[in-house]
């Protein structure tokens, strides 16, 4: 018969006896162990079988192998410590959850499980399919804690860097699927250093509105927690480890040094930093600033910021404090001079007034002025009411005119402009009525 064993040739080396066993005829007993020198695949007492599970009442070897002979739940344990509650039983069909408990305490050093290069752990798919779940040891004695699950990065090299640990989806373009950090706790980020955690790209935090903060984890000490609070229009919020809650507000726009926020009943709104010299003051609805701008003190008339009226500055060349006038769009001194002209009798058409000192003026023969200067206002009184125009001249030129047909008048909203050096003067203009008994008063303040 093919494959069958006839007879079996016993050789004792230390007798020389030889005999042979017809295994057909004969039987074939053994009373030692059978050991199989050849690749010492069997050795002493290796492989053993029976029914049950052979945990708790099969002594065994680290290594040996019990075959279970149960025909429903069948199945090969291999002893992975050398008692006799160290088997575990070996999982052949495919798909089947990583399930065998590896040696406590690696102390060798080894990789206990590793995924090379295009493998991957996958959870079950399809209808009905249940989580891939990874759970930290347990502790349900009361006292301890259970063991963690570390997910960390691999360590770097001189030439290179340890990869990344990446959580990803691979939902549709249009609808992904969430990556879900779930605990009865806190989730922390790195907790035995300073971390930063960073969202990149067009990526969203986002944080789920709450009424209050009400339940576990409490803050501990040193500790806080931001949260979005369930109002209009959802403030965020940070509470410290004393329960107190604090707005937490994020710039407007981009910031610069000395900006304000303030909210308007809407949203937060940013106010720019005063000037000097402006103080905060509550507006009708809002906080703004008020009174003047103060510049630093020049030579020429500052133009940035842009001036507002009553803005100030001292002009170091006149030896003045100057003042922006809104109505006129330019600075003028705070300081302002005022000059008379007049006649105690007639003055016909086109004659020059005479001045303060009472002698006739001309083109000529007036005030000479020290500075640049704008005359900003014009006043008269005289005893006749004949139609008649004053007309304000610098060195023969006339800068402004004051028409007259009253017996008093006055203009303070003069903006005559005339040059250093120019003589001020006052004339009857040419085509009008003679007046009589007529005093003038110009009112001038100066520009650098």
Sequence with gaps: MANQVDNITLNDDTSGLIRAVDVANDDLFLSVDLTLQSGAVFESDNIKRGSGDPNGSVSGNEGD???????????????????????????????????TVLSAGNTTG??????????GIVGESGPGATALTITAGSNTAGTGTGANVVISAGAGGVLGTAGDVILATQGFPAEPGDIQ?????????????????QVNGSSVLQFNERASLVGVPTIAAGEGRIWVRSDTPN????TDDASNDR????????????????YDGAEWTRLSLGTEGQVLTAGAS????????????????PVSPVPAEGDVYYNTALQMQMQYDGSRSKWLSVESATFGFGRNGNTGAGTYYRTYNGLLGSASRGYHALYEGTVVGVAYTRSDTDAATFSIQASGSEIATL???????RNTAEDADFSQGSVLA???QLGGNTTSNVVVWLRVRWRA
């Design 65 to 99: 192998v019990f075959a279970r002979t149960d025909a429903a739940t069948g199945g090969l344990y291999v002893n992975t410590d050398g008692t006799n509650t160290g088997w575990e039983q070996v999982a052949f069909a495919s798909g089947s959850p990583l399930s």
């Design 110 to 119: 080894g990789t206990d499980i590793e995924i090379s290069a295009g493998d």
């Design 181 to 197: 950090l779930n605990s009865s706790g806190a989730v922390l980020i790195n907790p035995s250093a300073d971390s930063t955690a």
């Design 235 to 238: 403030n965020l919020i940070f």
């Design 247 to 262: 707005l937490v507000v994020a710039p407007v726009g981009t910031p610069v040094t000395g900006d304000l926020l303030y």
């Design 286 to 301: 809002d906080p703004q600033w008020a009174g003047p701008k103060r510049y630093s003190n020049s030579a020429t008339d």
């Design 403 to 409: 028409a007259s047909s009253a017996t008093s008048g």
């Design 426 to 428: 006052i004339q009857n």
